[in-house]
């Protein structure tokens, strides 16, 4: 017990110091952690050797972990979806598997005889890490653009996925169909267990506990380690349960509470995982480099074809397909578990498991680049993509130009960028002047703005604000009112004052209008050659002191029916 808790102590100093460095030099925590552990470790500086401790460290971050992504796991989401994102998720996968057996047992790995090297590889390269995506989609603001929501539903319909072979694979050496149905079945009893309870139970309970915040976080452990039991009980595995246990609370009254106070120690157990991950990291052979590189060029060229194709094939557009590849072009943490848990079950080498982790360390520092960088890319890879005959959704405006305007035919107020405000905009011509549609363009690069505003008889031309090119062959020097209503935080390489230069030089009396995201930027934007400035705040300051007056006068409620009458007319593009 003394040699675990100094095992323990080992694990979170050098987490802490060489996450430390980790963090001052731009680089994934996680990356910290696995040196951390192999640092310390038996193939390290051997300050760790006890194997028990070793596993049971390992185990305890791996519940914690699952039952932190079982909680982020929303099913109602999923269901909400669309078949796009459900076409994209099932193409990376299905495409992703195939590609992945075909490859490695063509490279020699093995897949049958008690030895899977082949089929973890598989599962391991077709998930992408959750961690790594939205922290940098976070950063760069674009957790909320089509590319962003695209790429968030591929990654919860790869755990739901990695979740089903979680269930089966305890039965991999003796996979028959009734090994199959059985452990569907154990899987069936456990997700119908925890789902009643969770529904019927744990809501009276944590209601009379909600002000306890200790009985809360309490609360939230016994769950997932009782729902760990049953699965254990069931001939599942605790990691299984505790992964259970956190979907059936992801939809739970209260489970953002159980989650903002999970978190921390969640964070703690997630930690000593991926510490004592690395310590089982042999120093690496040139075999175990030469793999490790093999499985980063396959996940991220898989990734490419395999997410980029579906999405293509849905008429989403080159950049709109591009982007979401590039942003899941790495393994999971999640792959991490899973190969772990073949490690545990004897089913692959411990080499082909270092090389794994190797490969996750890669492409975890190259994809995080890769993805800051994703709009530049982009917009490299359209144009040699046109090239050798890959159209994109401008392809028949290109083919129109030459006839009756076409392409260039902007009218006499043309909309820069299409958001929330655009879309209110919209629906506000239509309410209160619907000719005055007739009058309008609109340039964005989104595709279901393009397919729904061309549908409505709006015209759009596809194409992004930010290129120059596009404004002059756009022939927005023809324009009369030029609205710039996307505001900075959400432009994808070009600002609102740069956009007015541009607009300015190539149109000299149109009157144009931009979005302020600060004060400080209306003067620059007057500067910049704007005719007039919004800022968001402003409207939304005098909306808010009407609702005080309304609630003053105790007119509240007719406030919001005069509100849900105004919201029932409008048809918006972006809800």
Request: aromatic letters at 8%; a negative charge.
């Amino acid at each position: 017990m003394h040699e675990l808790i100094g095992d323990i102590t080992l694990c979170i100093l050098f987490a802490w110091v060489l996450g430390l460095l980790a963090h001052f030099s731009r680089q994934p925590l996680i990356l910290a952690y696995l040196i951390a552990g192999f640092f310390i470790g038996p193939f390290g500086m051997g300050w760790v050797k006890s194997q028990e401790s070793i596993s049971v460290i390992s185990e305890l971050g791996l519940i914690f972990m699952l039952f932190m992504i079982g909680l982020e796991i929303d099913l109602k989401k999923i269901i909400r979806a669309g078949p796009v994102i459900l076409f994209a998720a099932g193409g990376q996968l299905v495409g992703g598997c195939l590609l992945g057996i075909l490859f490695f047992v063509g490279i020699g790995l093995s897949l049958g005889g008690g030895n899977f090297d082949a089929l973890y590889l598989t599962i391991a390269c077709a998930l992408s890490s959750t961690v790594i995506i939205v922290k940098v989609l976070y950063e760069k603001r674009e957790l909320d653009t089509l590319p962003g929501r695209i790429t968030l539903g591929v990654l919860v319909l790869q755990d739901i996925f990695a979740i089903l072979f979680l269930a089966v694979q305890p039965s991999l050496a003796n996979l028959e169909i009734s090994v199959i149905l059985l452990s569907v079945a154990r899987v069936g009893v456990l997700v119908a267990t925890a789902l009643l309870l969770s529904r019927y139970v744990l809501p009276k309970l944590f209601h009379q506990i909600a002000r306890r915040p200790e009985l809360i976080l309490l609360g939230a452990l016994a769950w997932c380690f009782l729902i760990g039991e049953i699965a254990e009980k069931l001939h599942l595995s605790r990691e299984m349960g505790s992964l259970v246990a956190g979907v059936s609370l992801s939809t739970f009254p209260y489970a953002l509470d159980v989650t903002a106070k999970v978190t921390t120690l969640r964070d703690f157990f997630i930690t000593l995982f991926f510490v004592a991950l690395g310590m089982t990291i042999p120093i690496p052979t040139g075999s175990v480099i030469g793999l490790a590189l093999i499985i980063a060029a396959f996940t991220a060229a898989s990734r490419v074809v395999t997410t980029f194709t579906p999405l293509y094939m849905m008429k989403q557009g080159l950049r709109a397909s591009l982007l979401p590849a590039i942003n899941l072009a790495q393994i999971s943490e999640f792959s991490l578990v899973v190969i772990q848990t073949g490690v545990t079950a004897g089913h692959i080498t411990m080499e082909t498991a270092s090389a794994v982790s190797f490969a996750f360390v890669v492409l975890a520092v190259l994809s995080a680049f890769f993805m800051m960088q994703s709009s530049q890319i982009t917009q490299l890879l359209i144009a040699p993509l046109k090239r050798i005959g890959i159209r994109d959704l401008d392809h028949a405006q290109a083919g129109e130009a030459g006839h009756e305007g076409g392409h260039g035919e902007t009218r006499r107020i043309v909309i820069l960028g299409f958001f929330r405000a655009a879309s209110a905009l919209v629906a506000e011509i239509e309410r209160q002047n619907p000719a005055l549609l007739e009058q309008l363009t609109v340039i964005d690069f989104n595709p279901v703005v393009f397919k729904t505003l061309t549908d409505r008889g709006v015209h759009v031309i596809y194409g992004d604000i930010s290129n120059v090119d596009t404004l002059v062959h756009a022939g927005i020097g023809r324009a009369e009112i030029i609205i710039l209503s996307v505001p900075d935080s959400l432009l994808v390489g070009a600002s609102n004052e740069k956009l007015v230069r541009h607009v300015r030089t190539l149109n000299s009396t149109a009157k144009i209008v931009a979005t302020a995201d600060f004060l400080a930027n209306v003067g620059d934007l007057y500067v910049a050659g704007a005719d007039y400035v919004t800022v968001t705040r402003l409207s939304d300051a005098h909306e808010l002191y009407t609702v005080i007056e309304a609630t003053d006068a105790g007119l509240l409620q007719d406030k919001r029916a005069d509100v849900d009458a105004l919201l029932a007319e409008r048809r918006e593009v972006l809800p």
